[in-house]
């Protein structure tokens, strides 16, 4: 703890110099105003993506062979026949141009069967013809129709990949650029297209991460009016447990100037705000009236104790002083860990949030007594003690008082030691990126994972992507036929090697279905030729009729690097581990002459990229959120025993935490680990105001079990109260329509019940058992400091 007359010094200054500090805070205040017009709610893909993992290097090195993987899927279902009628084959058209002309669209990477890039192949004795299927245009008779439904029959890379191997179901796939993106503009265009072109005989579905994000910013209005309705249940606590304005308007004024602080620093550094972490920073603002609460509870007992203000507002703080900054250290620095991270997306939000928690110190610490000292002091409530919250918080707390007494402090440390280790035994159980995106933040009924399933469900190769790199040595190594054998050979074996695979793609399928081609079409001529020189000329054919951007999704411009494209049906990760293991065990066993399989691109490679990164950081991160918290404990209370003593609720919090993950299958991924690795450290400061508290009221009492029960009845009664009140800040998003936001919710609302069973159970119940030294003596050395403080009036 700091020194009893540093606190004094400070705190003196404070009411002193009252003016001088009101002054800076409204300046700053005023700065982080201004900067909240460059705060943006908006999510940016690549801030998603780890940029030093070697899979996203290698998509970086080989950007134009890999496209982008932000990639919107449109389907167009027919309820009876086949696709290939006027109406739908028109309806496919339009829907093509309306994607290529939506904002933020990679027009190069927009495919669909009446897309130009789509070639009709015909070669006979008048010549070769390399047509659109549409050429010259959408049908307009069953005649055309049906020419175009011959076409898909008869060219390769078509059927099960464009179009469903039943024939009732097209697919349209467009993406967009990694940052910029408007989804605001977006989800009103796409939900507008996808509402005009459903009708009685079609539907169309939408999948893929910009449909995911449209969805997300769809539920911008609940956001807000759930925010209010949080707000408005605090203000009705503060109420309940006050019954002053200023024990509402006091704390709300805290959480008020850190939001706006934050998210004015927010502005200032260019950080955008990620919807999905919502509840999160509105869990931040209840911590900062967590410590409000704290400070107004003790201030309102100091003048009910002492009957001056000034005096009341010096030993308040005195008492609170150590706790609160160790607390918003502990949580700040918790947070901050999380920067460890190789991902901008947490990043970014470590450095916000933990700015965020630091603010606390500015406005409930350093601002509250000044507030204080302007305010007349709390009248007097004849009906104190005897109203009905005082009687529920008054009777919880006696429970709680014989808790920490006899047989019961056993009992209590016994089920804590049981508790952490069930809690580690299934944390272990847990799964990194167990399951899709979508089913990670929408329920199972949301037209999201409808349309997923519904896709999934039809017999398509698959519209999940591994893309994996073959480079050569040196120019012109794909145009030899021995290295197209070996990327047909890894090809062949990556089809066979997992079940889930429908299909795949490379440029050996594009030089044997041209082979054909100029064989008349006849089946047993899709070969590879003998000589390197017709290989080139086939490539440089192809690169004439379909264009540089077709080609490069093959090989590049110098015929030196090849791609070879596996698809999948689902992107779980088993599936994408499983992969990813079978390409290196053949990679690892078929070595190659010049020729050097890389992985890994397309959807498989950037969620295998996430999910490492994922598993790495929330390893790291709860080390150095334990560590971090244990030394600031260390140097509090300069002792292990009672470091160990304030740190066991988290310790025993962390693995129950990923234990109720495992059983309510919350998926950890990367959006579910910023809000796990919070909830980690986002309660310590309940311990430590209980342990300061009781080391505080040794000073007071000769029996250890006295101090525990002034302690309890006391600061417990008030972490009682901001554990209901933060309870309230998330427990309304149990209701949110995002399965994710839900899940959130109740993480958060049960790491913050164990951290509160944690502060009023095991530490009474530990001190009691154990009789620390410490405490005594900490509470003598503060006594000995102690001249009796000379308030400023």
């Known amino acids: 703890m700091l020194p009893r007359r540093w606190m004094e010094a400070y705190i003196n200054f404070l009411l002193r110099r009252r003016w001088i500090v009101l002054g800076l805070a409204v300046v700053l205040t005023a700065f982080f105003v201004y900067q909240l017009g460059h705060t943006k709610i908006q999510m940016n893909f690549l801030d998603f993506y780890p940029p030093g993992h070697p899979y996203m290097q290698l998509v970086k090195k080989h950007a134009r062979m890999f496209g982008s993987a932000n990639v919107l899927v449109m389907a167009v279902e027919v309820e009876q026949g086949d696709i290939f009628n006027i109406e739908t084959l028109n309806k496919i058209d339009r829907l093509t141009i309306a994607l290529l002309e939506t904002p933020g669209v990679n027009g190069w990477q927009v495919l669909s069967i009446s897309h130009p890039k789509m070639r009709n192949i015909e070669i006979s004795s008048a010549g070769i013809q390399a047509l659109p299927l549409f050429f010259p245009g959408p049908p307009k008779t069953q005649a055309q129709a049906a020419r175009i439904k011959k076409a898909v029959y008869t060219n390769d890379g078509i059927l099960g990949v464009h179009v469903s191997y039943d024939t009732q179901m097209a697919l349209i796939t467009a993406a967009f650029w990694e940052s910029g993106l408007d989804f605001g503009r977006m989800k009103e265009h796409l939900f507008r297209l996808q509402a005009e072109e ?26 807000v009016g759930i925010t209010l309705l949080t707000i408005a249940s605090i203000m009705a606590l503060l109420w309940f447990y006050f019954r002053t304005i200023h024990g509402v308007w006091i704390p709300l004024f805290s959480g008020g100037l850190s939001t706006v602080w934050a998210l004015g620093f927010a502005g200032a550094l260019g950080f955008s705000i990620d919807l999905l972490m919502i509840v999160v920073f509105l869990l931040i603002t209840a911590r900062a009236l967590s410590h409000s609460v704290q400070s107004m509870e003790r201030y309102h007992e100091e003048y009910a104790r002492l009957g001056d203000k000034d005096a009341a507002i010096l030993q308040s703080y005195l008492g609170l002083f150590s706790p609160a900054l160790v607390s918003i250290a502990s949580d700040g620095l918790a947070i901050l860990s999380l920067a460890v991270a190789r991902i901008p997306l947490i990043q970014k939000m470590a450095f916000l949030s933990s700015f965020w928690i630091f603010t606390i110190a500015i406005s409930v610490v350093t601002l509250h007594p000044i507030l204080l000292s302007f305010l007349p002091p ?14 529920i918080y008054t009777g919880i707390n006696h429970r709680l008082v014989w808790v920490s007494r006899g047989r019961a402090r056993y009992a209590t440390a016994t089920c804590f030691g049981l508790a952490l280790l069930v809690g580690i035994y299934f944390a272990m159980q847990i799964k990194i990126g167990d399951v899709s995106f979508g089913k990670a933040l929408f329920y199972l009924d949301h037209p999201y994972n409808v349309a997923y399933d519904r896709i999934i469900a039809r017999d398509f190769a698959g519209i999940s992507q591994l893309v994996v790199i073959a480079e050569g040595a040196e120019p012109g190594t794909f145009r030899r036929v021995d290295a197209l054998r070996a990327l047909e050979r890894f090809q062949r074996h990556m089809e066979r090697s997992n079940a889930l695979a429908g299909g795949s793609v490379s440029g050996a399928d594009i030089i044997r279905q041209i082979y054909q081609r100029f064989e008349e079409g006849i089946p047993k001529w899709a070969i590879l030729p003998k000589k390197s020189v017709d290989v080139g000329n086939m490539f440089a054919y192809f690169l004439m009729s379909a264009g540089a951007p077709a080609l490069e999704r093959f090989v590049d411009k110098d015929l030196q690097n090849a791609t070879v494209t596996i698809f999948f049906r689902d ?18 066993s078929n070595p190659i002459e010049d020729v050097e399989f890389r992985l890994a691109g397309g959807l498989f490679g950037i969620l295998a990229a996430i999910n490492e990164e994922v598993e790495w950081s929330y390893r790291v991160n709860l080390t150095l959120v334990l560590a971090t918290v244990f030394v600031l404990s260390l140097l509090t209370y300069r002792s292990l025993t009672g470091a160990l003593i304030v740190m066991i609720p988290s310790i025993v919090a962390q693995p129950l935490t990923e234990a109720i993950m495992y059983w309510s299958r919350i998926d950890m991924n990367v959006n579910s680990l910023p809000v796990a690795a919070i909830g980690i450290g986002i309660g310590i400061d309940y311990g430590y105001y209980v342990l300061s508290r009781i080391t505080e009221e040794c000073a007071n009492f000769d029996d250890m079990d006295q101090a525990i029960e002034r302690a309890l009845m006391t600061t417990g009664r008030a972490i009682l109260f901001t554990g209901t009140t933060l309870t309230a800040s998330v427990i309304f998003w149990l209701f949110f329509p995002m399965k994710f936001q839900a899940e959130m ?6 790491v913050l019940f164990l951290h509160i069973v944690g502060a009023l159970v095991f530490i009474p119940s530990m001190v ?15 006594q000995d400091g102690a001249d009796g403080p000379t308030p400023v009036t």
Not at 768 to 782: G, N, Q, T
């Open 745 to 750: 919710a109740f993480l958060l609302a049960l």
């Open 198 to 223: 459903t009708d009685a005989r079609h539907t169309i579905y939408m999948t893929g991460f910009p449909a995911l994000f449209c969805w997300i910013f769809q539920y911008q209005p609940w956001i």
């Open 571 to 588: 992107y779980q990760h088993d599936t994408v581990m499983e992969a990813l293991n079978r390409a290196k065990e053949y990679i690892a």
């Open 378 to 391: 709390p009248r007097h409530d004849p009906r104190a003690g005897r109203r009905l919250s005082d009687r």
């Open 768 to 782: 009691s058992l154990l009789k620390p030294r410490f405490a005594v003596l900490r509470a003598a050395a503060a």
